[in-house]
């Protein structure tokens, strides 16, 4: 019997592929307004990965750790150990620590030759903290989160919350912030072959601060009232849309200090801690510690192995195979041990920034939404956030940067 041949189809190239990448203890969901409004618009030949291999403890593991699971998944979705053609073009949208997940991917890519078949095209990052979580001088009660972040990275979030603080480097060499954004580095590399944007809540981000999101060393919003601050022309949330240009002699003072002076404590902020306090421990009795449990064991069932990646790549007939192979070996980890002096953290996050600043050209565009809220869900308009449509914009304009 013979094969009908409607059964036989041409390998159709994707013209654009799209990758979504949601950050610590996320989901799918979390960038499903975005999904739905590339859906919406979505070219015939385009196709879009909303990561799911990343969901939820499994954040925990390290944002490296990550960035390979990724890379296997979208080795997956474009087939190409079928030999199934290169899609023509590739472009990035991560949320929060989902932005350094996917600088680290494209790494890993640049490592498999990726970007000699397939267009770099957007990169764009959404609250993410490319210099870090820890930013005592962004509120009057910053010290008491400051000294608090330590312990929760042990508790709360593992290896990619340790990552996060800067907290990694005495276990695994370089802190994995300051490789990322190292010039010689095959992640800079890779990231300056993209059109790259950087989406900052100017305000009101409770978890990732304006100027690590923004990669700035001041923030011109600090202390400003709403009132004061106008948006842009044709936009209501945004009120900055500016390319930052390579510095090439960029060069930080020797004592030059991302943490700004420390504003007085008044009583409200006082009051403020006194509330916060007990919905603190009770989130750490109700969600932290059966999280932690279940992130134990997850690390348990792995042998608290430390990825390898290698690859090989051959040209097929119909395009290139790519294998991606993940092995448990604790001895030959991504990143060697390069230095084990500890450096203060305001020290490497000047140098992250140096770094980035003097090696890539970026758009900044910063987001101001109205009210106390916290703003890091409103700027993508996170499930749970569908009573406040000022995200909406936000979503609206990165689908319309990765045209």
């Not at 979390?30 to 403890?57: A, C, G, R, W, Y």
């Not at 899609?87 to 949208?93: A, L």
């Amino acid at each position: 019997m013979g094969i009908e041949t409607s059964q036989w189809t041409e390998p159709q190239r994707i013209r654009h592929l799209i990758i979504l990448a949601h950050g610590m203890w996320g989901n799918p969901l979390d960038l499903s307004e975005i999904q739905k409004h590339l859906m919406s618009d979505k070219h015939p030949e385009d196709s879009i990965l909303v990561s799911s291999v990343n969901k939820f403890v499994r954040t925990y593991d390290g944002i490296d750790v990550c960035a390979e699971r990724l890379v296997g998944e979208i080795k997956e979705h474009i087939k190409i150990e079928n030999s199934i053609l290169w899609p023509e073009k590739i472009s990035f949208v991560g949320y929060s620590a989902g932005g350094l997940i996917i600088r680290y991917a494209i790494g890993i890519l640049h490592d498999f030759n990726f970007f000699d078949h397939v267009k770099p095209h957007k990169f764009i990052t959404v609250a993410t903290p490319h210099l870090g979580v820890r930013f005592s001088g962004e509120t009057s009660i910053g010290p008491i989160v400051d000294r608090a972040l330590p312990f929760c990275s042990n508790l709360y979030g593992g290896r990619s919350l340790q990552q996060l603080c800067l907290l990694d480097h005495d276990k695994q060499g370089h802190e994995l912030l300051l490789e990322l954004s190292t010039p010689s580095s095959r992640f800079i590399f890779a990231l300056s072959l993209f059109e790259i944007s950087f989406y900052a809540n100017a305000r009101t981000d409770r978890l990732v601060a304006y100027r690590t999101s923004s990669v700035s060393l001041d923030d011109p919003y600090k202390n400003l009232p709403y009132s004061s601050v106008k948006p842009i022309e044709g936009q209501n949330y945004i009120v900055r849309d500016q390319i930052q240009y390579v510095e090439i002699n960029h060069m930080a003072a020797p004592h030059a200090s991302l943490q700004q002076k420390q504003a007085p404590i008044s009583a409200l902020s006082v009051l403020s801690v006194i509330l916060i306090v007990p919905f603190i421990v009770i989130q750490v009795l109700l969600f932290a510690i059966p999280m932690r449990v279940v992130a134990a064991f997850h690390q348990k069932s792995k042998n608290q192995y430390k990825p390898k990646v290698s690859s090989t790549c051959d040209e097929g007939a119909g395009g290139l195979a790519l294998q991606v192979n993940i092995s448990q070996d604790k001895n030959n980890s991504l990143r060697q041990a390069q230095h084990t002096s500890k450096q203060p953290q305001e020290d490497i996050r000047n140098i992250i920034h140096r770094n980035l600043i003097s090696s890539i050209q970026f758009r900044r565009i910063d987001c101001w939404f109205p009210g106390n809220l916290n703003s890091h869900g409103k700027i993508v308009h996170r499930r749970g956030m569908s009573l406040f449509k000022e995200g909406r914009e936000i979503v609206l304009n990165i689908v319309q940067t990765l045209k």
